[in-house]
């Protein structure tokens, strides 16, 4: 079965570092998502991306935030300056023709120190 | 293991028995919701879907209810299988697009199976 896979999947890195968080969705979907869960907490939604533009995004998502679809098969998560509060597990999820049916994937976790 | 700070109700459990894990849901007008399962280490793995306009949908071995009057979501699991324990999380689209859907998670449940 076709599935949504990320890397890396584990993350440590320094206050104030960028990261890119890299996923790669399912081959024939259209909608891609970026999600994240704090230990213990709700998954979140943070942004949704359709035909190389923002669809929707959270409060979540600031000017820290930025995605990318740099070919036809990646979508990437950019996190400018992390703080220690961006700790957390990034998912990433894909839908295809049945647009609510959402795919994960294993999800990066991210370790700001 | 659980680390500190997962504070997820739990619902413990015979293997074989059925499970009902629930949920409340936070919009009336929404018009779609999802069971998901997350197992340790791994994303939210679809289960089964409702529509707003019906009240009950049936799976292999999973069925969910629809409670419209009191926002309310069940799954229930008929002969839970040790393979069932994980995180269970509902989910809600407050209005189903054509295109992409944002779902609103809501708090998960643990689900302990125990021989």
């Known amino acids: 079965e076709p599935e949504v896979t990320q890397t890396p999947s584990h993350q440590v890195t320094q206050m104030g570092q960028e990261v890119i968080l890299r996923c790669v969705p399912i081959s024939n979907h259209l909608y891609f998502y970026w999600y994240r869960q704090i230990l213990g907490q709700k998954v979140e939604f943070l942004v949704s991306?359709?035909?190389?533009?923002?669809?929707?995004k959270s409060e979540i998502f600031d000017d820290q935030f930025s995605v990318e679809r740099p070919d036809g098969s990646n979508f990437t998560l950019k996190i400018r300056s992390t703080k220690l509060e961006d700790s957390a597990m990034y998912f990433c999820?894909?839908?295809?023709?049945?647009?609510?049916?959402?795919?994960f994937g294993s999800g990066t976790q991210l370790s700001v120190l | 293991g659980e680390s500190v700070g997962l504070h997820l109700p739990t619902l413990s459990v015979q293997e074989g028995d059925n499970s009902i894990i629930n949920c409340a849901y936070s919009n009336s007008a929404s018009d779609y919701f999802i069971w998901y399962k997350q197992e340790s280490g791994k994303g939210p793995q679809f289960i089964i879907d409702?529509?707003?306009?019906?009240d009950k949908r049936q799976g292999q071995r999973v069925t969910v209810l629809l409670n419209k009057t009191v926002k309310h979501l069940s799954l229930q699991i008929a002969a839970t299988q040790p393979g069932d324990s994980a995180v269970y999380f509902c989910?809600?689209?407050?209005?189903?697009?054509?295109?992409?859907?944002?779902?609103?998670f809501g708090a998960g449940t643990r689900l302990a199976v125990h021989p």
């Open positions: 409702i529509r707003s306009n019906m």
């Open positions: 989910a809600e689209i407050p209005r189903l697009l054509s295109g992409y859907n944002k779902l609103i």
């Open positions: 999820a894909s839908s295809g023709r049945q647009v609510e049916k959402l795919f």
């Open positions: 991306f359709y035909n190389n533009e923002i669809s929707e």
